[in-house]
T-cell receptor, first 114, second 116 residues
Framework: AQTVTQSQPEMSVQEAETVTLSCTYDTSENNYYLFWYKQPPSRQMILVIRQEAYKQQNATENRFSVNFQKAAKSFSLKISDSQLGDTAMYFCAFMNTNAGKSTFGDGTTLTVKP | EADIYQTPRYLVIGTGKKITLECSQTMGHDKMYWYQQDPGMELHLIHYSYGVNSTEKGDLSSESTVSRIRTEHFPLTLESARPSHTSQYLC???????????????FGSGTRLTVV
């Protein structure tokens, strides 16, 4: 069974600054996918970024990028130029390639301060 | 703009009532999932389906049941609601991309259920 750990329950950052959210996971599989999702207060959860385990290059989506360290089983999310709209709960998730089921971490509540 | 729809958005119901939470998607995805999420907490998989007439129980024990008669529809039913069922229920779907890799989930807006 896979486990996903987010060690930072809450974080805050000043607007326009950079923040990094941590995620570690445990699996015996070699091929899998990792995701970060964003859940704004009382709003729909949306996909932020995806990383395939077989790719060494870190994924980037505009202001969002990841630092994927496969050997260390680490998958952190960096948000650059933080905006007030980035305030949300962020979930790290692991998906195995065979079943398509995802295991989620406990989430990190991020507050962007003006 | 959501392509996966959950109704109702909020529901308050008395103990012992039977309820069905609706989930429909217009994307033609084969894979669909139900997660339970307590406020400010992680998501727990309670049911999933890989296609019509395919349903499986998830990692979290649940007294609910699901059905998948049509690709687009994946309702969740509680035969007899109890206060311990009070939670948010999230429906999601996924499908391999045209490039062959697995994409992430598309989530519905959720149903917040309160059993009194």
């Amino acid at each position: 069974a896979q486990t996903v750990t987010q060690s930072q329950p809450e974080m805050s950052v000043q607007e326009a600054e950079t923040v990094t959210l941590s995620c570690t996971y445990d699996t015996s599989e070699n091929n899998y996918y990792l995701f970060w999702y964003k859940q704004p207060p009382s709003r729909q959860m949306i996909l932020v970024i995806r990383q395939e385990a077989y790719k060494q290059q870190n994924a980037t989506e505009n202001r969002f990028s990841v630092n994927f360290q496969k050997a260390a089983k680490s998958f952190s999310l960096k948000i650059s130029d933080s905006q007030l709209g980035d305030t949300a709960m962020y979930f790290c998730a692991f998906m195995n390639t065979n079943a398509g089921k995802s295991t989620f971490g406990d989430g990190t509540t991020l507050t962007v301060k003006p | 703009e959501a392509d996966i729809y959950q109704t109702p958005r909020y529901l308050v119901i008395g103990t012992g009532k039977k309820i069905t939470l609706e989930c429909s998607q217009t994307m033609g995805h084969d894979k669909m999932y139900w997660y339970q999420q307590d406020p400010g907490m992680e998501l727990h998989l309670i049911h999933y389906s890989y296609g019509v007439n395919s349903t499986e129980k998830g990692d979290l024990s649940s007294e609910s049941t699901v059905s998948r008669i049509r690709t687009e529809h994946f309702p969740l039913t509680l035969e007899s609601a109890r206060p311990s069922h009070t939670s948010q229920y999230l429906c999601a779907s996924s499908e391999p991309s045209s490039q062959g890799y697995l994409d992430g989930y598309t989530f519905g807006s959720g149903t917040r259920l309160t059993v009194v």
